[in-house]
């Protein structure tokens, strides 16, 4: 019967209230926060206008190209919107794993 040896590695107790409160998590916070907050709102407010114009107005009903409304020409823009949006916040959301990366070696390095 083979008997496996674990080494024994120091456990690191991790101060999760000291890694919020550093400079470095703040920073990513307001980042995120900066860009999160502002998109979704208009993400959202785009999004609504279609059905509230669409419910009580005809604005969008009036031909933009031939036979084709402007409610027709909004419905694909909020697709062009929201691919948009997704491409914008992949490039974002490297920026913030590098940020947490670095937050992490901070922690590992016990400068937090």
Do not use: H
């Not at 703040?26 to 279609?50: D, N, V």
């Not at 490039?91 to 670095?102: G, N, P, S, T, Y």
């Amino acid at each position: 019967m083979a008997v496996k040896e674990f080494s024994s590695q120091q456990q690191q107790t991790i101060d999760y209230s000291q890694v919020v409160q550093s400079a470095s998590f703040q920073q990513l916070m307001r980042e995120k926060r900066g860009f999160i907050l502002p998109f979704s709102l208009f993400f959202l407010a785009f999004y609504f206008t279609l059905p509230v114009l669409t419910s009580y107005s005809t604005v969008l009903n009036t031909p933009a190209f031939g036979s084709i409304s402007w409610a027709w020409v909004f419905a694909f823009a909020q697709f062009i919107m929201t691919w948009t949006l997704c491409m914008l916040y992949s490039k974002r959301a490297a920026r913030f794993d590098e940020m947490v990366e670095k937050i992490k070696q901070e922690v590992k390095g016990g400068n937090v």
